[in-house]
């Protein structure tokens, strides 16, 4: 399977006001690198998803339900047909917010390449050219020309 040995790690965020104005961004937007980042929600407003026109909606989140983002390593996997969520956490009047997030992702030397099935040179050509996990991530981290967030994973392995 393509989906053996992913790795997982859970991460708690916290966010801060800091004199910040409502409206202002928390934490910049962008698309997560793994496949999935699944995140415990809670009450407190905040975050934002990006449609595909470039409008922001915020999430309604309640306790103790689960929010679920997919990641460009998926989007690459499913050759577009999962879009990666563009996301983003902006003040909402809090003074201080938490979040726990689960990122699931591809082994680092993982080969990330959409399956024959899921490519159709009519219908769905292929979208990205293969690239290991690791070469992403660190290409994210280092390279200038894909800083840019929103748009890394097709500047990076767009074809």
Known sequence: SDFENCKAHLCINGYSSDGKSIGEEALFSHADRGCLTILLGDEKEGLEIRSKEGKWFSVKTVS????VNVGDSLKAWSNGRYRSSHHRVVCKGWTDRMSIALFY????????????????????????????????????????E????????????GI
């Open 64 to 67: 103790d339900t689960l929010v």
């Open 105 to 144: 992702a591809f082994p680092n030397d993982k080969k990330i390449w959409a399956p024959a099935e899921l490519v159709d040179e009519e219908i769905n050509p292929r979208h990205y050219k293969s690239f290991t996990f690791s070469d992403f991530t660190h290409e994210i981290r280092h390279n200038t």
């Open 146 to 157: 894909v800083k840019d967030k929103l748009t890394a994973l097709e500047r990076f392995a």
